[in-house]
């Protein structure tokens, strides 16, 4: 198989939580180069594992590698929020928004993060921005809005 299919598969792996062969399928492509897309996965399945301080550490060598990928950062916030680690979460998260301002996934999974701390108001600002990133979040939102009857629902 050719190296973006095995990266592929990974990724099925992981969202099919198949953990232990996407990290079957990570090891070898590590082996030959290190690329952080690679490194995101391998985190991902380890985390899945129960095993988030060497998703963490696998985090760190991407960031070291790409410093500007926020995709890194929107990772390393899943798996130490699921550390139970959420300022830490937040501040990856942060990094992720700062790198990509207009970026959906980091906007969303801080809003969420930002509301399961408390903090409403930031929450609504990245559900807002995220909204604004993505049409189909947008409509449904709208949706939503419009089905609760609050005023000012368009």
């Given at each position: ?18 953990f ?8 070898p ?99 807002k ?26």
């Amino acid at each position: 198989m050719d190296r973006p299919v095995v990266l592929r598969t990974a990724l099925q792996f992981v969202e099919a939580g198949r953990f232990f062969e996407a990290l079957a399928l990570c090891e070898p492509l590590l082996r030959d180069a290190e690329e952080t897309s690679v490194l995101r996965i391998k985190a991902a399945a380890l985390a899945g594992l129960g095993r988030g301080e060497e998703a963490v550490a696998a985090l760190q060598r991407a960031r070291t590698l790409a410093p500007g990928e926020a995709d890194t950062f929107v990772v390393l916030g899943c798996v130490l929020g699921g550390l139970g680690r959420g300022q830490d979460a937040l501040g990856a998260y942060d990094e992720a928004v700062k790198l990509a301002p207009d970026g959906f996934e980091a906007r969303y999974r801080r809003g969420s993060l930002r509301l399961k701390l408390g903090d409403e108001r930031g929450a609504v600002e990245d559900f807002k921005r995220a909204a604004a990133a993505s049409p189909e979040l947008k409509a449904r939102i709208d949706k939503i809005i419009a089905e609760s009857g609050e005023p000012g629902s368009p």
